[in-house]
Structure formats: C-alpha cells, structure tokens
C-alpha cells in the first residue's frame, strides 16, 4: 500500500534525524508540563520512532516574502490532466514531510493520509460514481457524472483522515479540554491539506478540494484495507493543470477580518 513506502521514506529520507524526544514546560501554568512524553502517547496507537528534525537556514525577510507569494499562488484548479511534472517520489516526499512537520495539538499528530495516483485514483473516482448514482436524483446525475468525470481525469488524489484512537486518548489524558480535541484535530488535518495542496502548486500541479466523505468512507476502507478508526475528511484531487482558476473577490482585510492593536 502506498502508505508503508511513505512510511520507508520519511524514515530513509535523511532529512531527519532520530533522537530521544524532549517536551519543554512553560512554567507552572503551562498545561505541556504535565503533558506525557510524545513516547508514553504513542506506545499506545502507533509504532513509528521519534525523530527531530534540524534546520541550520535561518529564516529571513526575503523568506518570508517568497513564502507568502507561494501560499498566493495556490488557488483550485478544476481542469487537471493524468500527468505530473513531478515524479511519484517528490510527491511521497512532500508529503512525508507534511505529516513530519505539520503541528497538531499537543503533538498528537491524529492526522493520517493515502496517496493513490493512476490506476488507483482512477478506482476511487469510480467507486464515487458508483455510489452517487444510487442516490442522485436521475434528471442530476448528467451533472454530477461530468463533475466526478473531471476528478477522475486528474492524475491523483490524496485522502486526508483523522485518527479516531489519538483524538479519544487525547481526551481521556486531558478530560478539561475533553470537548476541544476533535476540532483540533480537524485543524491540524485542515494544515497538512493546505502544506500539501500549496507544495504541489508550487511544483507545477494543479489541485482542488472535495468531501464526499462520509458517503464514500467504507468502500474506501474496503478497498484500500484502511483501518476503520480513520476517519476520511478531505480528498485533495491533483494533476496536470489544464486552466487556470476562478476569478476570486475578497473582502476588505484591515479592519474588516484583520484588527491591530498597539502598532
Ligand atoms: C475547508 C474547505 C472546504 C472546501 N470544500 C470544497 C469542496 O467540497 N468542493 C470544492 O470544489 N471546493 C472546496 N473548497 C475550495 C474552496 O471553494 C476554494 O478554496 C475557495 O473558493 C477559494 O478559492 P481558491 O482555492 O482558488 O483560493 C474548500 C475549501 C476549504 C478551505
């Protein structure tokens, strides 16, 4: 399964290092101080090794600028194509690095991905068909057929699920904030979506954002032999980009989503 060589990747890339993990409380107030180790957490749902990684580049201005104009690029793009300007090892590698770097909560890393490409992709497109036919009003489904027609026309698609076991020992260990590690879990998945979905722009693919969970999430359990305390979120659909984005408004920033204090 596309997985486990993920896994071999992220472990093999080099870009890591592995070592003994370390948590810094804050002060007697700080919540994190009597968090248990990353290791204590992770005996129990997963079996992967702690590593840390290091960066000797020092971020910069100029960083910051050529950061902020890749997040501008990244818009949905519709019209994909079964190719990519990237081999299938760049795009692994992305994506090992999302989930390595992408934070969540109490570094619960809840956050679990598939990457299916080809024929694969393909299976998952028709599975969709297959199970909207059912339930689309028949004067629709020309519509939706089309629609889903574009997503299988793409070269790829990576599902985003959360880990159901993570979220329920987070809130076990942590009951005062029992009632707040769903949604957090839900953003730090949102995270790896954007990090992905903005490093394949940035690589010359084009993608866009569907949920067609849960209607889909036992065919692709079955299909793929993902455990079924994988909770599918988002399907990132990824290709070649054959036109360009919908023109976009915005609304106002200062004053209107943004406030300043004290500047
Ligand atoms: C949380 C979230 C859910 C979205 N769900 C869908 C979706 O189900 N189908 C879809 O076509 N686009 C979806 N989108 C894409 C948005 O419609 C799109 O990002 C927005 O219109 C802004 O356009 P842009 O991505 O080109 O900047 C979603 C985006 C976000 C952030």
Same mark, same amino acid.
């Given at each position: 399964?596309? =997985?486990?060589?993920?896994?071999?990747?992220?472990?093999?890339?080099?870009?890591?290092?592995?070592?003994?993990?370390?948590?810094?409380?804050?002060?007697?107030?700080?919540?994190?101080?009597?968090?248990?180790?990353?290791?204590?957490?992770?005996?129990?749902?997963?079996?992967?090794?702690?590593?840390? &990684?290091?960066?000797?580049?020092?971020?910069?201005?100029?960083?910051?600028?050529?950061?902020?104009?890749?997040?501008?690029?990244?818009?949905?793009?519709?019209?994909?194509?079964?190719?990519?300007?990237?081999?299938?090892?760049?795009?692994?590698?992305?994506?090992?690095?999302?989930?390595? &770097?992408?934070?969540?909560?109490?570094?619960?890393?809840? =956050?679990?991905?598939?990457?299916?490409?080809?024929?694969?992709?393909?299976?998952?497109?028709?599975?969709?068909?297959?199970?909207?036919?059912?339930?689309?009003?028949?004067?629709?489904?020309?519509? =939706?057929?089309?629609?889903?027609?574009?997503?299988?026309?793409?070269?790829?698609?990576?599902?985003?699920?959360?880990?159901?076991?993570?979220?329920?020992?987070?809130?076990?260990?942590?009951?005062?904030?029992?009632?707040?590690?769903?949604?957090?879990?839900?953003?730090?998945?949102?995270? &790896?979506?954007?990090?992905?979905? =903005?490093?394949?722009?940035?690589?010359?693919?084009?993608?866009?954002?569907? &949920?067609?969970?849960?209607?889909?999430?036992?065919?692709?359990?079955?299909?793929?032999?993902?455990?079924?305390?994988?909770?599918?979120?988002?399907?990132?659909?990824?290709?070649?980009?054959?036109?360009?984005?919908?023109?976009?408004?915005?609304?106002?920033?200062?004053?209107?989503?943004?406030?300043?204090?004290?500047?």
């Amino acid at each position: 399964m596309a =997985t486990s060589t993920i896994f071999k990747r992220s472990i093999h890339s080099g870009v890591v290092k592995i070592t003994a993990p370390r948590l810094r409380g804050r002060g007697v107030g700080d919540i994190r101080a009597c968090f248990p180790s990353t290791s204590t957490l992770h005996q129990q749902t997963t079996s992967t090794t702690k590593i840390k &990684h290091f960066s000797t580049t020092q971020p910069t201005a100029k960083m910051s600028t050529s950061f902020l104009e890749t997040v501008k690029s990244r818009r949905t793009i519709y019209q994909l194509s079964k190719s990519s300007p990237i081999s299938d090892a760049k795009i692994q590698e992305i994506i090992s690095q999302a989930i390595l &770097h992408v934070p969540s909560s109490f570094n619960s890393q809840s =956050t679990r991905i598939v990457l299916l490409v080809k024929e694969e992709h393909d299976k998952l497109w028709e599975i969709t068909k297959e199970i909207l036919k059912a339930i689309v009003p028949a004067d629709g489904w020309a519509a =939706t057929e089309g629609r889903l027609n574009g997503f299988k026309a793409a070269y790829g698609t990576v599902l985003f699920f959360e880990h159901r076991p993570t979220v329920s020992s987070m809130q076990e260990k942590f009951a005062l904030y029992a009632d707040k590690f769903p949604g957090w879990a839900t953003q730090s998945d949102a995270m &790896h979506q954007f990090t992905i979905w =903005t490093a394949l722009e940035a690589e010359g693919l084009g993608a866009n954002l569907q &949920h067609y969970n849960p209607l889909i999430d036992q065919k692709v359990q079955e299909t793929w032999a993902i455990e079924k305390d994988w909770e599918l979120n988002a399907q990132l659909v990824f290709g070649k980009p054959e036109g360009g984005p919908m023109e976009k408004d915005f609304m106002g920033v200062e004053g209107e989503r943004f406030k300043v204090f004290g500047v």
